[in-house]
């Protein structure tokens, strides 16, 4: 292959994907794919993943490949790799195994002495192994086999291909052989799309005449173009829906007006979530008996399709007219004990148990969280009440309206405004892919409150049965529920304590569940952890994801701090005080991982023997309530400002000139107490920064 840089492009083909798929699908592809080229020795620049219900495309340019790396690896002291001058066995060993010889070693300082060290090259994988790997790792809800090989995927794969510049690249992915062709649309187009080279444009131009548009935003432009006075604002569903079609096409149609006689959130939710058409508001935002629909490909027979449309809708509004009336004979509060029929998660109890739970979460959590007496009263009438719905005729045809139906009725029976916007809201954020700033638009506090406590305690009792949180098949929606949390926190920025209501939670269960709170948090942290890191989007080998990495490493304990803390210092990596910071973490931080003992947290000043020591004792003990203060005070860019300007130059002066292991216990136990403590100052409170790599100063 050329060494000269190119681009690669890379289109997976399969049979038609359901739209939920995607968000996830693609951030994890964009997750995956950096670190498995670096592993194959190839970088790039501007790594995009395009995507149509039957394809997923990579390109990215600038794809050439890295230069040879070395990296070094460390054997025996040097005191062990030789005795009377000969090689001692630890050393022939560590250069039997690193494949070298003698003339190969250099020796190295570290703090133990110097260290026999040996330069090797890093080993490549072939850019197949990325061809047919990345499939293996790309999240989805559910997977499929199709084939002898039991190969699996989230759909069968039908076609492959990949170039790099003008060179078609060969490999499998399960029984499928690459080859240099795609596909256009699955109706209007007749024949093979020969494929010459990565050129993106070239190749989205030869889709386009076969009738696919493989960009999606482009198709979104498009269906917005179709709404345009519609007056429908549903971003969500032009998202869906765009997800759905490889060339969008419009279609419109009518209902009878009797309908709108119905509340009008069952209304649209009827259109938009089973049948994916955009309901039709006037002028002044009222609902009108116009629909447009969105359909895959130019037709010919529009009246027809639309006629269609309109006769499935009829039958749908006819249905939950009728069960619409059938509810409101009785009020949503008399339906609370039929919840009593309803399994929740296998040996977890009822819905109606489920819900006295709810209830006294949100007690919980609203106290913890410093709320209001009335906010916490009104989430907990929502907490009754949310789930009642799910005994109603209209939910049980129509799935979709849960939450939708609860909240109508509970309007209907005289509760609060706010307590049916908390029975709606509890079920948002539906799709993780929303923007938290629109999702506090549509959430209120209390619908927050009951949508954070409703999720925590699916994810215990999944934990509590052993249920895999990570595991690539999710049937409990357990990642959209964990990502909910972390969304819902960064909308609204509740602060309380994610161990305590966790522990909560699991309190709640009481006897039900046998696992211990301690041992469902050491599952539930990492989760948290991984679900951060997706909804921030941050991507592998970024500093960003450094940063986290940091910051969750140092306390996560509330999520609003943790929030806090990124959306500072993120600002300010590649300044010169958080470089410095940084590197005042990496020398503290490599001292303290090559101590196996406990180190004191106790300094002893009288042990110490050299002015540079005594003089960063001092620097520590001054500056160190200035740091404090601004941690309190949530100023962690100010913090950590401080904190590289302050140390690093002395803590640079005293690694050179003392120490830090000395021969006498006591002075060295000594000196590693003060290591820790500086570098605890930082890394215990706002972040450890000896995670963010790559810094130059």
Not at 611 to 635: H, M, T
Request: glycine content about 6%.
């Amino acid at each position: 292959m050329k060494q000269t840089p190119s681009s690669l492009l890379f289109e997976i083909g399969v049979e038609e994907i359901p739209s939920g798929y995607f968000q996830a699908a693609e951030a994890s592809i964009l997750i995956k794919a950096p670190a498995l080229l670096s592993e194959c020795g190839f970088q790039f620049e501007n790594l995009k993943v395009y995507t149509t219900p039957r394809r997923f495309v990579v390109h990215a340019e600038n794809f050439r490949p890295l230069a040879i790396q070395e990296e070094e690896k460390l054997g025996p002291l040097k005191e062990q790799a030789y005795q009377n001058g000969q090689a001692t066995p630890a050393l022939i060993g560590f250069l039997k195994g690193v494949n070298r010889s003698e003339s190969d070693i250099f020796f190295k300082e570290s703090p133990r002495g110097p260290r026999v060290c040996v330069k090797i090259k890093r080993e490549r994988k072939p850019l197949r192994y990325f061809f047919e790997t990345l499939p293996t790792q790309i999240e989805f809800p559910k997977m499929m086999r199709w084939e002898t090989s039991r190969y699996s995927f989230t759909r069968p794969i039908r076609w492959t291909f990949a170039f790099v510049g003008k060179q078609v690249q060969k490999y499998k992915i399960g029984d499928v052989t690459s080859s240099n062709s795609s596909f256009g649309h699955r109706f209007f187009s007749s024949s093979k799309i020969k494929v010459a080279s990565a050129d993106l444009k070239i190749f989205g131009r030869s889709l386009l005449k076969q009738h696919v548009i493989v960009n999606r935003e482009e198709r979104i432009r498009k269906i917005k173009g179709f709404l345009k006075g519609s007056n429908n604002q549903n971003q969500e569903l032009v998202e869906e829906v765009a997800n759905l079609v490889e060339e969008p096409f419009a279609i419109n149609g009518t209902f009878n007006e009797k309908y709108l006689k119905l509340p009008s959130t069952v209304l649209t939710t009827s259109m938009g979530k089973h049948q994916r058409i955009f309901a039709c508001y006037d002028s002044s935002g009222r609902l009108i008996n116009r629909f447009i629909a969105i359909i895959n490909g130019p037709r010919k027979n529009v009246k027809q399709i639309a006629k269609n449309h309109e006769s499935v809708l009829t039958s749908r509004l006819e249905d939950a007219q009728f069960f619409f009336q059938e509810d409101r004979k009785t009020k949503l509060e008399s339906k609370i004990e039929k919840l009593k029929e309803m399994i929740f998660l296998g040996s977890l109890g009822s819905y109606r148990d489920k819900t006295k739970r709810l209830e006294a979460l949100v007690q919980f959590l609203g106290k913890e969280a410093g709320l209001s007496n009335d906010v916490i009263r009104r989430a907990s009438r929502a907490a009754r009440l949310a789930k009642a719905d799910l005994t109603t005729h209209l939910v049980y045809e129509f799935p979709e309206l849960q939450g939708v139906a609860g909240a109508e009725y509970a309007r209907l029976d005289g509760e609060g405004e706010e307590v049916a916007k908390a029975i709606l809201g509890h079920y948002l954020p539906q799709s993780l892919s929303e923007n938290f700033q629109n999702l506090k638009k549509h959430l209120n506090l209390e619908g927050a409150l009951v949508g954070l406590v409703d999720r925590m305690d699916l994810l215990v009792g999944a934990a509590s049965l052993g249920v895999q949180l990570s595991a690539s098949q999710d049937p409990y929606a357990l990642r959209r529920s964990g990502g909910g949390i972390v969304k819902i926190v960064r909308a609204h920025p509740l602060k309380f304590s994610i161990s305590n209501f966790i522990n909560a939670a699991c309190s709640e269960y009481g006897e039900v569940i046998s696992k211990s709170g301690s041992d469902i948090l050491k599952q539930l942290i990492p989760f948290f952890k991984d679900r951060l890191i997706f909804e921030l989007q941050l991507k592998t080998g970024t500093r960003e994801l450094e940063l986290m990495e940091g910051i969750l490493a140092s306390n996560m304990e509330y999520l609003v701090d943790v929030y806090e803390k990124f959306n500072q210092l993120s600002t300010k990596i590649g300044q010169d005080f958080f470089i410095q910071a940084c590197k005042v973490a990496e020398r503290t931080s490599n001292i303290l991982k090559s101590v196996k003992e406990k180190i004191n947290d106790r300094i002893e000043p009288s042990l110490f023997q050299d002015d540079l020591e005594r003089g960063l004792f001092d620097l520590l003990n001054k500056e160190e309530p200035a740091i404090q203060k601004l941690v309190a005070e949530k100023q962690y860019g100010s913090a950590v400002k401080l904190y590289g300007d302050v140390f690093y130059k002395p803590v640079h002066n005293f690694f050179d000139h003392v120490m830090v292991n000395a021969e006498d216990p006591k002075t060295r136990t000594n000196r590693q107490a003060l290591v820790k403590k500086i570098n605890g100052l930082c890394a215990s409170h706002v972040a450890d920064l000896s995670y963010v790599t790559n810094l130059s100063k």
